[in-house]
């Protein structure tokens, strides 16, 4: 969702900006609660890991043929994407899953 909703670096900066915890009577977080919240931004905003690359290797063994066959249907279906991607005015991508990335923020 960061790509359509913004990046969080912004909520980072500023302890009086749309703070997570604000106690009563104050205007801003706590510095216990700005730099929990701080650690939180900065862990959802670097490079996660594509949706098409092979996690089977995390898996239990009874899961990894279910997993292979999710995974080789997404790189199918970003194929065709890609290729209706080329009669299109505007290429679009955002729900394409070879531009699409893992995360707990995602």
Known sequence: MHIYAG????????????????????????????YTHSMLIVATVGKMPQMTEDFSHLLPADAQGV??????????????????????????NSMNPAHLVTSVAT
């Open 7 to 34: 990046n969080d670096s912004a909520y980072a900066r500023d302890p009086a900006f749309a703070g997570s915890i604000v106690l009563d009577g104050s205007l801003m977080m706590t510095p216990q609660y700005s």
């Open 67 to 92: 997993w292979r066959e999710f995974n080789t249907s997404l790189v199918e279906l970003s194929k065709i994407i890609d290729e209706r991607n080329k009669s299109r005015p505007w290429v679009f």
